[in-house]
């Protein structure tokens, strides 16, 4: 018995990292609602989560219950459309101790973004304090147009904005028609990287790229070439930055910047869109571009998608095949894939089974683990994939085994736990197994882990 256990083991050694290649299986389980045009997901250790929404509102979520008061309420600035509300917002690193939250919204007269910071009630720790709005940076947008959504910290501990190009964006319409995303002139189409630490409201890196005196290149800018990176996260163990960015028509896009990057970064648009030429005549022939990792077919492409929303790096403890795997999906057809770059900057990329209306952003909670929200619906989903683990020794052909009440197949992935001592009987073929208990052959029986 013990000479099966062992050929099992050193196999699954020897096919470690076959395994590993392998795309987890996606599955959503619904654990709030309610919500109304939910934007964004932030959340705390404390375990609970916080959604923006348009109406001018963060919500607080625990335990699966939204919270009688809101955490934030600034519905007096804004009105519910499409162009206005709170469409982003991010902690601050140190918020136990300073009570800092930044958050992207549009007011009432629609023709800004504002960033701005609040600071935690002093009467009630719960909730943010309106009155204590620090205006930190606006950003005009006077035809109305793409302003992305996003603002969070890197692991450098600067405050990094994306901003949209202004334009309107109505398919069949000229994308950027005015240039903004390639003008260094402006703030429309970039990256902007600041320091909130260090003077008020802010300060300039001292390795931004564009702070040559008197050029009229704000020094705030960081990167350009962007059209509508509606969101975008940082890889929370190797701080690279992953951006999904909405294409004009054709072509949705997933950019990847490695950590501790220098800036000074070209995405391309709208010379390009996606890897396609689009107005390349605007980008001169030497123009070093940062094309992107991945794209698909838009709106009139295949009708793949029609607006990627970028999502997040798993690097949660309770999904170990999930780990390294960037998950992402899209708004208008509500498809999701996963992704995994390999350090060679090759990549997989797997279409997954699951399908929600309007995905309109992810969220990553203090452990790692994977959330999603859609847009009209107003419902909160935690991600997490096909896996049985065992409850308590026994046979694997008993579901009182496992904690779904099942028998695995050939489409799960399977954790023997510690201290369980699981007994085989007949062959079986799994997805993905992780032994941290026993495995114990009665015979000679076949394991196989399939792609």
Known sequence: ??????????LLYFYHDYIKAQTPLLKVSEIATGFFHPTDIATLPDGRLFVSQLDGKIQVVQNGVIAPVPFLDIAAKVKDTEWSGIFGFCFHPNYAQNGYVYVHYI????????????????SNATVLDPASEQVIITVPYPANGHRSGHLGFGKDGYLYITTGDGADGARGSVGDINGNAQNLHNLFGKILR????????YSIPVDNP?????????????????????????????????IGDNGQD???EVNFTPVNHQGGLNYGWRCYQ?????FSSECAANTPLQMPLLEYGGFSTNRIGGSVLGGFVYRGASYPSLQGWYVYADYQTGKFWTLKRNTDGSYQNFSQSISLNNPVSFGEDSQGELYVITFYEGKLYQLSINQIQSVNSGSWQSPSTWNCSCIPTVNDEVI?????????????????????????FNGNQVMTVVP
Do not use: C
């Open 274 to 278: 996606g890897a396609h030429p689009y």
């Open 1 to 10: 018995m013990k000479l099966y256990r062992f050929i099992v083991i050193l």
């Open 250 to 252: 054709d072509w949705e």
């Open 194 to 201: 600041i320091d909130v630490n260090h003077s008020s409201p």
């Open 210 to 242: 564009y702070q040559t005196p008197n050029d009229n290149i704000p020094d705030e800018i960081w990167a350009r070439g962007l059209r509508n990176p509606w969101h975008w996260s940082f890889d929370r163990q190797t701080g690279d930055l992953w």
């Open 107 to 122: 007011p009432k007269n629609l023709d800004v973004s504002v960033y701005a910071r609040f600071t935690r009630s002093a």
């Open 416 to 440: 023997i736990q510690q201290g369980h001592t699981i007994s085989l009987s007949q062959d079986i073929s799994v997805r993905y197994l992780q032994v941290k208990g026993s495995l114990h």
